[in-house]
Structures are given as C-alpha cells and as structure tokens.
C-alpha cells in the first residue's frame, strides 16, 4: 500500500460503496459507473497533455521543469467538474503530481483521481539509463528483463505515474524499419519469454504498491513488418500467421502476466485498421485471452481512421468506431471537446452501444483501482528520493550492458586486447558519445562512450581519437597505433521511430573511413553501435574483430571497454538476423520451407544468422536424448544433452533448442525456437541441460482454423545458434 499522509479514505460502510475499501474491486467500479453521467464517462477516455497545460514551466513539450508550479487556473479552464482521465508527457515530480492529483479529486464531483501515463522503455525520465530492449534481449536473461521492469517501475511510481508505455512486442523482421531498436527481435518465443518477464517485473505480484505500474505492451500487433519497413504502412498477413508468429509474442504478457493496458497500432492488416478491428479487440484479445485493462490508441491512430484509411467519414464516425471496435482511450487523436462530443452524441443517436461506452469507462476505471489511487492517491515525496537511480537500479544497467555484448567475429584471436598495448588509435562518430537510442536522451545518465571506456580501462595506453570526418588524418592517427578501435554504427535520427532506411549499409562516409583505416594493415577492432542489423558484408571478410553493443546504456562504454580488453567474456546472441543485402529481405530465421534464399548474384545465406555469438571460449553440444509422452498424456516434451567448455577461459553459452514439425495439416517453418537457457563452465567443465517443451508449444492453426496439437513425428536441434546441427526426433502419439 501507498504510506503516505495525504490517503483518502472512507470513514464508514456508510459511505458510497466505490468509496469503501474493503469492497471487491469490482463491485467499486460497478457502483461508481451507476452514478455516472455521461459527460464524466467520456471524460474518463480522454488523455491531456500535462507540461504546457498545467504548469508555470516547461523544459519541453514533454516535461514541466522540476521547479514549476501547478497552475489550478490553468486545470480549472481544461477540466471545469467534470475531471479527467489521464494524464501524459508530464514526467513530473512527486510534488507536482500531488499538487495536480488533489486538485483534480477536489474539483470533480465524485472524486475520481487521474492515471499519470509516461514513457518508459527503457528507463524513465532522467532516471537510470538501461540498454535498449534489443540489448536486452540479446542477453537472452528473462530474469534480467523482469528486473529491468521493475527498476523502471519503481522510478516510475515513485513520482506518481501509475503506467508507462512499455515493453514494445512487436517482431522486428523488418529491419529497415527505425524502431527494431525498441522491439526483443524477430523471434515469437524469445519476445514472449522476454516481454512477460519485463511485465511481471513491472506490475509484480500486485499494483496496489509504491513501486508497481501498469505495463502496456504495444503495438498491438503486427506493427513489426511494415510493407517496405516504412513505420504506419501495412501488414500482410492472414489469420493463421497472425495467430502462429504474431500474436505468439504478445500472448504471454497478457495471459501468463496479466498486462493491464496495451496500445492499438497504427497499421491496417488485410484492409482493417487495428483501431477498428473488433476481432483483435475483442474477439481475441478480451474474449480468448481474457484481457481486463484499457486499450490506448496509439498517438493519432483513430484520427487516421478518417484522414489516412478512409474507412470513416468524419471525425466523429472515427471516433465511435474505434470505441465500437475495443479502443477505451484516445491519445491526443482529435481535440478534446471533438473526441468527447462525438462520443455522447453518437450515444444519444444509438451508434454507439451503452455496452461499448461502459466496457471502456470500466476499463479506465479498473486501473485506477487496481493501483489503489482512489484510496490512496498521493506518493509519499521521500521515495524518489530513494529510488532515483538507486545503486541497485545501476548495477542492473550495468550488468545488461555486459551480457549483451555480442562478439561476431574474432579472426585469430585479436580480442581480447592485451592491456599491456601501448598506442590505442579510436575512430569514429560512434566513438565519443554514449549512443543510448531513441525514447532517451543522450544527456541523461554517465553517458560512459567508448573512449571513456577504453582510457579507464588501460589508463597507461596512450589513446588517441579522431571522429573520422577527416578520414586522411583518421588514417594518419591508425598509421601511428598499435591497434585501432572503430566506433561506427548509428544515432539517433537514423535509428529510431519515424527513421526508416531504404539501405542498411553504414551511414554517411563510415564505410570509406572503414576501408581506408583497414588498408592500413593495423589490426582494427570495429565496436558497432546501432538499432538494427546493418549490411556489413566487406567488414565481415576483413576486419579482424567485430563486437555488436547495440545501444548499451549509460554505462555501455565501460561494457564494451570490459569486453575488449578480456575482463567480460561476451556472452550476448542475436535476436535478429544479419542480411547481406536489403534484396534479401525479408530474411527471419524461421520462415517456411517454401521460401527459397537463393539469387542468381547472392547465395541467400544471411552474414550472421539468429542466436549467433561467440565467447572468447569454445562450446561442444553432444549426447541428446529426448523423452516423448506417453499416447494421450499432457505431459511434457524433455529434451536432455551435454554441453562442454572445451576452451580454457570460463564462459557462459546460450543452449538453444529448436523444433519443426516434419508433416502437417499446414506448412510450418524451417526450425522454431522452442527453448533456451544460459550455462556458466569453467575450462573442460561439461554439464546437462534440460529443457522442458509444453504439448502447447507444438499446436498449429490448423487447415479447420482450430488450434491443434497434431500427432507424428518431430525434429529438434539443439546448439548455440539458429543453425544448431545436434539433432533427433521424437513421436508425438495421439
């Protein structure tokens, strides 16, 4: 419960049953709608923008200053009585959020308190600065993705927001597409395991706590293959592929974890808008998966319904649609007394059903009592003061940092770098700035880049840097090294929602700066640093060292120092596969068997598959077995074999279990992951793995569109990347 002073509570049972705190939830929502009018329902669905509206200053459209005091003036000409739903790009302190929540309860009728809605993907406001979820994934942690959850959450809570955007479960098997950078990758299973751990991690066991929020993964779904890769545009996919992959990554954030929002995308799959498309809405999302939180749109996609899809006449038949069809709550779609009116008016004329009006105001509802803000609304001021990138919250960056180094290549040994190198020559624009990628600002946190890194690493090295503009004097400064490190990669502007690539090539003159300090002859290290996989085909065949850091937070260059000069064994695999070229794509692991990777001038193969990382040591898998269950029985799958650290440093390695079904009622991909796990072994330690594959997993969307787990036989691979060679088979009996 939320200990602070400023609590609301109800003296009696005497007082209105949505005021009694000992009532069932339920039971408080179902009373407070009977004394609803209309007008505070719709009220209810609508998200205002805070820091310009409300306070004295702002530092941008997003966040009041941290001295800017609530202007009730300014509340009073927004709101009047009638109160308000939620409340978004505020990022306040815990006394301005007081200021505006007691404000707010005071000055509506029935005392309905507001839901503070932030981002928060992968750090919250100018708190802690974590890696980017690609990162995150790459460390194939579930348990480091709960924690990382929940760190944000508690910062997040501290200052009163009760929900943040976040965790992004869309599949990334577009990369031209900015946002990959946001997404677990291109795998269904992967993003599941990742997404429920960082929800379960950010709602926990309860929500009616001091360090809980409300997750909302998004975007609901399928916004992760655009047609062209170009953000907003399509998704072609039928049912069953939208059932099989895409709806594979969401599902166990709402049904294993109990996600209470998610965000409705911008797109349209098969010519249905997902603002106005009931089947996903309603038919699986609250029917199938039993979903009881608030669907946001995402930020202008009912308005969209009317000015980009035409499949609405006017702002006000958009706006009754998306309702109709399960959104509860616009974001900034249309103007306020727009989106409001429209909604009562279509009420009044029976467009809009009671039903839809109320299962939206309900779901609103829902969060604000489940996060006890009606009995509780105000946070107590001296917990930020405690959780505010606390030891505890670094030490998490930190350690995501290191286990998602992704180390892609390693010719003769080059890493690690002796520290006893006497000249240290690093280049690049990727080289003195901490790259943290979009949804956080590059000002906020340590912001250790890669040079800090690497001089507080080897503090008696003599470390010279050029950021390549000038590739004749980066060059001069390589001539003159021992050994060079290349930072190249991207930034914010090329990476990122609404930067979208038609090549994946290195930006701008980064690959003629490569070339030329390669010529060189010095032995070259290139560190990347980007938001989704780049076509890096000379690089591969020359370069003597490749490490992939993605965008590692803000203690990412002590994370890529440490795994240089040997003092981190990179442990980091990819979520995402490496194409050599855009005419490649799409190019996911896992596609069907049908799909054939091969032109006439490419052999198809991608420059690194999915999984893919090395270590500074070597791992052999070997004596697999697999234990099928008995004919009708529901038990599991388990599959057992032997991994062995056949190098001489200590290492951790990533067993990952792959499967296909060999015939079924439809086609199925290649190979599926289907597990994984993480194995620390000291030099020429062996131990056995086993893993555990539900029957579920093996269901299809068969050719009746029923899900079925169908009988017969069953590849599995097991090794450390997509193209895992130990295999067997088992008979799934009827």
């Given at each position: 419960?939320?200990?602070?002073?400023?609590?609301?509570?109800?003296?009696?049972?005497?007082?209105?049953?949505?005021?009694?705190?000992?009532?069932?939830?339920?039971?408080?929502?179902?009373?407070?709608?009977?004394?609803?009018?209309?007008?505070?329902?719709?009220?209810?669905?609508?998200?205002?923008?805070?820091?310009?509206?409300?306070?004295?200053?702002?530092?941008?459209?997003?966040?009041?200053?941290?001295?800017?005091?609530?202007?009730?003036?300014?509340?009073?000409?927004?709101?009047?009585?009638?109160?308000?739903?939620?409340?978004?790009?505020?990022?306040?302190?815990?006394?301005?959020?007081?200021?505006?929540?007691?404000?707010?309860?005071?000055?509506?009728?029935?005392?309905?308190?507001?839901?503070?809605?932030?981002?928060?993907?992968?750090?919250?406001?100018t708190g802690t600065v974590f890696p980017a979820p690609l990162n995150l994934a790459?460390?194939?942690?579930?348990?480091?993705?709960?924690?990382?959850?929940?760190?944000?959450?508690?910062?997040?809570?501290?200052?009163?927001?009760?929900?943040?955007?976040?965790?992004?479960?869309?599949?990334?098997?577009?990369?031209?597409?900015?946002?990959?950078?946001?997404?677990?990758?291109?795998?269904?299973?992967?993003?599941?395991?990742?997404?429920?751990?960082?929800?379960?991690?950010?709602?926990?066991?309860?929500?009616?706590?001091?360090?809980?929020?409300?997750?909302?993964?998004?975007?609901?779904?399928?916004?992760?293959?655009?047609?062209?890769?170009?953000?907003?545009?399509?998704?072609?996919?039928?049912?069953?592929?939208?059932?099989?992959?895409?709806?594979?990554?969401?599902?166990?954030?709402?049904?294993?974890?109990?996600?209470?929002?998610?965000?409705?995308?911008?797109?349209?799959?098969?010519?249905?808008?997902?603002?106005?498309?009931?089947?996903?809405?309603?038919?699986?999302?609250?029917?199938?998966?039993?979903?009881?939180?608030?669907?946001?749109?995402?930020?202008?996609?009912?308005?969209?319904?009317?000015?980009?899809?035409?499949?609405?006449?006017?702002?006000?038949?958009?706006?009754?649609?998306?309702?109709?069809?399960?959104?509860?709550?616009?974001?900034?779609?249309?103007?306020?007394?727009?989106?409001?009116?429209?909604?009562?008016?279509?009420?009044?004329?029976?467009?809009?059903?009671?039903?839809?009006?109320?299962?939206?105001?309900?779901?609103?509802?829902?969060?604000?009592?489940?996060?006890?803000?009606?009995?509780?609304?105000?946070?107590?001021?001296?917990?930020?003061?405690?959780?505010?990138?606390?030891?505890?919250?670094?030490?998490?960056?930190?350690?995501?940092?290191?286990?998602?180094?992704?180390?892609?290549?390693?010719?003769?040994?080059?890493?690690?770098?002796?520290?006893?190198?006497?000249?240290?020559?690093?280049?690049?624009?990727?080289a003195n700035v901490a790259r943290y990628g979009d949804y956080e600002k590059e000002?906020?946190?340590?912001?250790?880049?890669?040079?800090?890194?690497?001089?507080?690493?080897?503090?008696?090295?003599?470390?010279?840097?050029?950021?390549?503009?000038?590739?004749?004097?980066?060059?001069?400064?390589?001539?003159?090294?021992?050994?060079?490190?290349?930072?190249?990669?991207?930034?914010?502007?090329?990476?990122?929602?609404?930067?979208?690539?038609?090549?994946?090539?290195?930006?701008?003159?980064?690959?003629?700066?490569?070339?030329?300090?390669?010529?060189?002859?010095?032995?070259?290290?290139?560190?990347?640093?980007?938001?989704?996989?780049?076509?890096?085909?000379?690089?591969?065949?020359?370069?003597?060292?490749?490490?992939?850091?993605?965008?590692?937070?803000?203690?990412?260059?002590?994370?890529?120092?440490?795994?240089?000069?040997?003092?981190?064994?990179?442990?980091?695999?990819?979520?995402?596969?490496?194409?050599?070229?855009?005419?490649?794509?799409?190019?996911?692991?896992?596609?069907?068997?049908?799909?054939?990777?091969?032109?006439?001038?490419?052999?198809?193969?991608?420059?690194?598959?999915?999984?893919?990382?090395?270590?500074?040591?070597?791992?052999?898998?070997?004596?697999?077995?697999?234990?099928?269950?008995?004919?009708?029985?529901?038990?599991?799958?388990?599959?057992?074999?032997?991994?062995?650290?056949?190098?001489?440093?200590?290492?951790?390695?990533?067993?990952?279990?792959?499967?296909?079904?060999?015939?079924?009622?439809?086609?199925?991909?290649?190979?599926?992951?289907?597990?994984?796990?993480?194995?620390?072994?000291?030099?020429?330690?062996?131990?056995?793995?086993?893993?555990?594959?539900?029957?579920?997993?093996?269901?299809?969307?068969?050719?009746?569109?029923?899900?079925?787990?169908?009988?017969?036989?069953?590849?599995?691979?097991?090794?450390?990347?997509?193209?895992?060679?130990?295999?067997?088979?088992?008979?799934?009996?009827?």
């Open positions: 419960m939320l200990a602070y002073s400023g609590a609301v509570r109800a003296s009696s049972d005497s007082a209105p049953l949505y005021k009694q705190p000992n009532a069932p939830s339920e039971a408080r929502i179902r009373d407070l709608m009977h004394r609803m009018t209309p007008e505070e329902k719709v009220r209810q669905l609508d998200l205002y923008a805070g820091a310009p509206a409300l306070m004295s200053s702002y530092t941008d459209d997003t966040h009041a200053a941290k001295d800017a005091v609530f202007l009730p003036e300014k509340a009073e000409a927004l709101w009047g009585n009638l109160g308000v739903g939620g409340i978004h790009d505020l990022n306040p302190t815990p006394e301005q959020s007081n200021a505006i929540q007691r404000w707010v309860i005071a000055h509506n009728r029935l005392g309905i308190p507001a839901l503070f809605i932030e981002e928060g993907l992968h750090g919250f406001d790459a460390t194939f942690d579930p348990e480091l993705a709960r924690q990382t959850g929940s760190a944000i959450a508690a910062e997040a809570r501290a200052t009163g927001v009760g929900m943040i955007l976040a965790p992004v479960l869309d599949l990334a098997r577009e990369p031209r597409w900015g946002r990959v950078e946001e997404d677990f990758g291109e795998d269904p299973y992967l993003t599941g395991q990742m997404g429920f751990a960082y929800v379960r991690g950010v709602q926990g066991a309860s929500l009616n706590t001091d360090h809980t929020v409300v997750a909302e993964p998004k975007h609901f779904a399928g916004h992760g293959s655009p047609e062209g890769g170009t953000n907003t545009s399509p998704v072609h996919i039928g049912e069953r592929e939208l059932r099989s992959v895409m709806l594979k990554s969401f599902e166990p954030a709402f049904r294993e974890g109990h996600a209470m929002a998610t965000m409705a995308a911008y797109h349209e799959i098969d010519g249905i808008p997902i603002t106005a498309d009931p089947f996903l809405l309603k038919t699986v999302l609250r029917g199938e998966w039993g979903f009881q939180g608030m669907v946001l749109s995402d930020l202008g996609a009912i308005q969209r319904l009317y000015k980009v899809h035409h499949v609405a006449a006017t702002p006000k038949d958009a706006v009754c649609l998306a309702v109709r069809s399960g959104v509860d709550m616009q974001f900034y779609d249309f103007e306020h007394d727009v989106f409001q009116n429209a909604l009562l008016d279509c009420l009044k004329e029976g467009t809009l059903p009671e039903a839809d009006l109320d299962r939206a105001v309900s779901a609103v509802l829902r969060l604000k009592f489940s996060l006890d803000l009606f009995d509780h609304p105000f946070v107590d001021p001296s917990l930020d003061k405690r959780v505010y990138r606390s030891q505890a919250h670094l030490d998490v960056s930190l350690r995501s940092a290191r286990e998602s180094m992704t180390l892609l290549k390693n010719e003769n040994h080059l890493l690690p770098l002796s520290k006893s190198v006497r000249r240290i020559a690093v280049i690049g624009p990727n000002s906020n946190g340590e912001r250790i880049s890669l040079l800090q890194g690497i001089k507080s690493a080897v503090p008696q090295a003599m470390v010279d840097f050029d950021e390549g503009t000038d590739i004749g004097a980066a060059v001069a400064k390589a001539e003159a090294s021992d050994v060079v490190i290349l930072g190249l990669g991207e930034k914010q502007g090329i990476s990122g929602e609404g930067f979208d690539r038609s090549e994946l090539g290195l930006p701008g003159n980064q690959e003629q700066l490569l070339e030329a300090v390669v010529k060189t002859g010095k032995p070259v290290v290139l560190v990347l640093e980007n938001g989704r996989p780049l076509t890096i085909g000379w690089a591969k065949d020359h370069v003597g060292a490749i490490l992939e850091a993605w965008y590692p937070g803000e203690f990412g260059g002590r994370a890529i120092a440490e795994t240089l000069f040997g003092d981190n064994n990179p442990s980091g695999r990819l979520t995402i596969t490496f194409p050599r070229s855009v005419g490649q794509l799409p190019d996911f692991y896992n596609s069907d068997p049908s799909r054939v990777h091969k032109y006439v001038d490419d052999d198809g193969k991608p420059l690194f598959p999915f999984g893919f990382g090395l270590s500074y040591t070597s791992f052999n898998y070997g004596d697999i077995a697999v234990e099928a269950p008995a004919a009708g029985s529901k038990a599991d799958i388990v599959v057992s074999f032997e991994v062995t650290n056949t190098g001489e440093r200590e290492g951790t390695e990533v067993p990952q279990l792959y499967m296909r079904q060999e015939v079924g009622s439809v086609e199925t991909p290649e190979r599926s992951l289907a597990g994984f796990t993480k194995v620390d072994l000291k030099p020429h330690e062996s131990k056995r793995v086993t893993m555990h594959l539900r029957q579920s997993q093996l269901a299809v969307w068969n050719a009746e569109n029923r899900w079925a787990v169908e009988p017969g036989y069953y590849t599995v691979w097991v090794g450390g990347s997509s193209e895992a060679a130990l295999t067997t088979r088992f008979l799934l009996k009827p």
